[in-house]
């Protein structure tokens, strides 16, 4: 069995050398543009090629993300970007579009492409079908179980599992809150995490404590790691392109411990100290998550929606903008503090620490302390107080990520003959070779003739080059060289290796894009989502619409006709008279292209999150490089569900409605283990350029019927 791949976050240079240090087989990052997580630093084309030469001499593989949807005015300056990554030897790309994919399958078949759970890969046909496309990974969606894990990996494709931090309460890739709320698209990396926002349920008219109800804890399965590698997942992802390199380096190093403690047969247990330390650097709260079937009440924190620390103390007094607590843990100077609090919590710096009329700069368990707290709320006694970063640990982890320099066993041999340079052979364990000369030849010694041992002392000095010299070989004779050439020819033959080590590729080259649709015709100018029992043949056709999320779904399921698709498992089946659904966030002529060339597809609808001008945008960069314009719809009217939540949210009560703070009222539906968020209000939009449109009626006061006969009409032109 491969040994599964650890995988770890860097939103800048300094976390990539923290990953680096920690232990990790691959990191992911983003460029500027095009990643999902568009906050976090990422990475300019000169930190890329400096991350790409770091990493790959160390063994370390690079994917970067270009996982979001892409506008077709984006097209071009995507391909640019593919073109530099792929020359300058990026391992693979993580994608969520379906036309890029479609795009790298066709021009860069020796580029390595994963799936990205913004893809939205969540069952058994999902899985088959982008290995049908020859994805090289997925990266199953967070919600999906170990059982259906442990088939995927049965497939013989990749799969990447999240083990550690932050996730998501919606699938990835279907979350449309954020976008409908903000204007700012999850599917874009710009996501305004209104999972995070308090919301009152039902007739509640204000806030309470527990009103942050979507917003779910961090995940950790550290203690599960057996099962999950038993299973023969490919990598384990951490979660943290927008954390510090100090939690990247601790969280990293300690799942190189237990996934090497387990692959060497023996039990690993995170100490409580190391626990702490993870606490202190971000957490929410913890749970084994969707991944191990943990209940809502175990998934959600309701309470907080932010790092909550550790607690060291609880508030005994406050006087003139000062809290005095009494400690149950370590205090440092500097130390980042808040105090659980309503309405808001309060947030302090240990800036100024008295300790008996004395100022000291740290405090231990039993101490009554004094700190500054100004602010506009007032603690009160028995609240209490929660480090959230630690100075002193982390100066601690900064100072072992600097001293940590992963180091490659290499073997050194040399020759050394009188009148003939030294020369100086090393290689490593994957049989690269190189051998560097001296600039000057090997003398007669007339006296103290250089020793094999003097040679060999000189040749393991690596200094700050990432190799170990596990054994040098050679013999030297009578002769004299100084010490300094020796040292010369060595960081010469290394530097040679590091060329050698830093190119992992040999790339065929991109082919040129000379795929051709087949064009294809529906007489379907509107269509209703399936939803209700009203007859309406004289205006469209009700279609069934699938399941946007089915985990039960496999390849042995009945064919799909006469329906409407939601899903890459949906594409396994279709065999006749379906349209692709707006759920598969077409927004460009290339994912176009791609869906349409599916059995059974006979249109698409764009997704619903483009304008109009996208969508025209699209459509003439289709017929331009097809020529033909396809039979498309635009979502023009519905209450979309904008997200889709397995398990639940709320622990002991199934709320009919959500309200947020600006008075917008979500319909909670529930289907089986599924909870949808429904829209506030119904998106209506314009269909100027699409030859269909596409409503999801519900039961809106608006009377359904006029806005399905008013759609109908509009596509005719007579209104």
Sequence with gaps: MKKT???APAGNMEALKAAVAGGCDAVYLGLSRFSARAFAGNFTHEELLEAVRYCHIRDVSVYVTINTMLYESEIEKVKEEIDFLYENDVDALLVQDFGLFHYLRECYQ?????????????????????????ASRVVMARETPLSLIREACRTGMETEVFAYGAVCVSYSGQCLMSASIKNRSANRGVCAQCCRLRYYPD???????????????????????????????????????????????????TFREAIDAWYEGKSYKVSKERDRQLKLLFNRGFSEGLLFESSAEERMNPYRPNHVGIEIGKVVDYRSQRVCVRLSDTLHQHDGLRILSTPEDIGLTAVRIEKNGRLVNSAKAGDTVWLDCKGKYRPKKGQSLRKTTDSV??????????????????????????????????????????????????????????????ISASLAKTGDQPYQVSSSSGSAGNIFLPV???????????????DKRALRHERAGRKPYAFMPIQKRTDLPLIIAEGNARTVSQYGTFMHVMPVVDQEQNMNDPVITDSVLSQAGDLLLSEENNIAGYTLNCANSYSLAFLLSQPGVEAV?????????QIKEALDAFAGRYGFIPFTYAFVYGRRPLMYIRKGFAAAETPSFLTDKHGNNFKVEYNNDMSLIIESKPLCREN???????????TDSVSADRIMEEAYEEIHGRI
């Design 110 to 134: 020796d580029f390595d492409v994963h799936c990205s759970t913004q893809m939205h890969i969540h069952n058994l046909a999902g899985v088959l079908k982008m290995q049908k496309e020859g």
């Design 203 to 253: 007739d509640t008219s204000s806030f309470s404590a527990g009103d942050y109800i979507l917003s779910p804890k961090d995940l950790n399965v550290i203690d599960r790691l057996p099962e999950l590698l038993s299973c023969g997942v490919s990598s384990l992802k951490i979660e943290g392109r927008m954390k510090r390199p100090a939690y990247v380096y601790l969280v990293t190093k």
């Design 5 to 7: 791949e650890l995988l």
């Design 688 to 698: 100027r350029y699409c030859s269909g449109s596409y409503l999801i009626p519900g």
């Design 484 to 498: 300094s050439v020796i040292n010369e020819t060595r960081r010469s033959a290394l530097e040679m290796l590091n």
């Design 393 to 454: 640990l982390m100066d601690e982890i900064e100072r072992t990520v600097r001293d940590s320099e992963k180091r490659i066993p290499v073997e050194m041999s040399y020759e050394a003959e009188q009148g003939m340079p030294f020369r100086l052979t090393v290689k490593d364990r994957a049989g690269r070779e190189v051998t560097a000369e001296s600039r000057i030849p090997c003398e007669a010694a007339r006296a103290n003739p250089l020793t094999d041992g003097r």
């Design 605 to 613: 609808v764009f997704s619903s999150e483009i304008s109009s001008g």
